[in-house]
């Protein structure tokens, strides 16, 4: 079955602080996809990033990094030097390429929060 | 990518009432889907919305309490009926323009039932 975990419910740091959120997923098909999704107080979901099983090479898009590791199931978001603009809850979530259409999974999501 | 709004962005309705829901989008895309956010929780799919014919819903969801109408590629419709407390969510609509590819989300539509 498929399934992804955000371990980390709720995180604050202090700004200029660099902060990591954890994502592990789990999934039988061989092929799928990872995202990951920001939702600010607003309500609305942004899309920050998309990765399909056969990429692991890491990403960075200016403050943003993630590191993709097959062996662990792992999709980690960094945010470096954070600013009071990233505190929102964020979601990584999955599509499962052969056995899920177009269902995105989720997470359920980590709130960050950061003090000025 | 796709500029997505929704109407109404929110809304307060009373129990056993109805609520629809517009999403429309501004270029034509294949994929559009309904998905749930109960208050403090992650996303939940509803439905896929299919052009021209009934939509596919997941399952704990049925067509009588939310039916869906999409017809054509831009636009689509989801109903909540006969709500109740339980149906307060932000229902937000998303598309994709290809199977499996990057699906964008509309602003959201949060909905109170007293």
């Known amino acids: 079955a498929q399934k992804v975990t955000q371990a980390q419910t709720e995180i604050s740091v202090v700004e200029k602080e660099d902060v990591t959120l954890d994502c592990v997923y789990e999934t039988r098909d061989t092929t799928y996809y990872l995202f990951w999704y920001k939702q600010p107080p607003s309500g609305e979901l942004v899309f920050l990033i998309r990765r399909n099983s056969f990429d692991e090479q890491n990403e960075i898009s200016g403050r943003y990094s993630w590191n993709f590791q097959k062996s662990t199931s792992s999709f980690n978001f960094t945010i470096t030097a954070s600013q009071v603009v990233d505190s929102a809850v964020y979601f990584c979530a999955l599509i499962m390429a052969q056995t899920g259409a177009n269902n995105l999974f989720f997470g359920t999501g980590t709130r960050l929060t950061v003090i000025p | 990518s796709a500029v997505i709004s929704q109407k109404p962005s929110r809304d307060i309705c009373q129990r056993g009432t109805s609520l629809t829901i517009q999403c429309q989008v501004d270029s034509q895309v294949t994929m559009m889907f309904w998905y749930r956010q109960q208050p403090g929780q992650s996303l939940t799919l509803i439905a896929t919305a299919n052009q021209g014919s009934e939509a596919t819903y997941e399952s704990g969801f049925v067509i009588d309490k939310f039916p869906i109408s999409r017809p054509n590629l831009t636009f689509s419709t989801l109903t909540v009926s006969n709500l109740s407390p339980e149906d307060s969510s932000i229902y937000l609509c998303?598309?994709?323009?290809?199977?499996?590819?990057?699906?964008?989300f509309g602003p959201g539509t949060r909905l109170l039932v007293l």
């Open positions: 998303s598309v994709g323009r290809t199977d499996r590819e990057t699906q964008y």
